[in-house]
């Protein structure tokens, strides 16, 4: 279920995965260090309750699953990354409105050298 702001993607248990319930609640936010979007994950994965904050700047704002994936590993989830992409399909509405708020088209260039040094990747 989509509004502004707001993500909820529920998928039931498979045989080889577990269930998922997750909120993606998030806001675009302007201020003197530039444009970035905030971010609350909260919910449960295989019946594990689960809340994490987090903030990405503009630029890399569709990245949110991987962040995601590493909020919820910070908590001691194992979340399977092919469960987690699954749901890619569901965040279409999510990705569709930051692309209207943040004015961005896909294609759009990423500050790299930023990016990596953002996720402790060095030279």
């Known amino acids: 279920m989509f509004s502004q702001g707001h993500l909820e993607v529920h998928r039931e248990p498979l045989q080889v995965g577990v269930g998922i319930h997750l909120c993606f609640d998030y806001q675009v936010c302007r201020d003197e260090s530039g444009c970035h979007v905030d971010f609350r994950l909260s ?3 295989g019946g594990r309750p689960v809340a994490d904050d987090f903030r990405l700047r ?3 704002a569709y990245n949110v699953l991987q962040s995601a994936r590493r909020s919820l590993r910070r908590q001691g989830v194992e979340a399977s990354e092919p469960a987690l992409f699954a749901l890619r399909e569901e965040l279409e509405p999510l990705f569709s409105d930051l692309r209207r708020q943040l004015h961005s088209e896909p294609g759009d260039a990423v500050d790299l050298p930023r990016f990596l040094l953002d996720r402790g ?3």
């Open 58 to 60: 503009d630029d890399v």
């Open 121 to 123: 990747v060095r030279d």
């Open 43 to 45: 919910g449960e994965v």
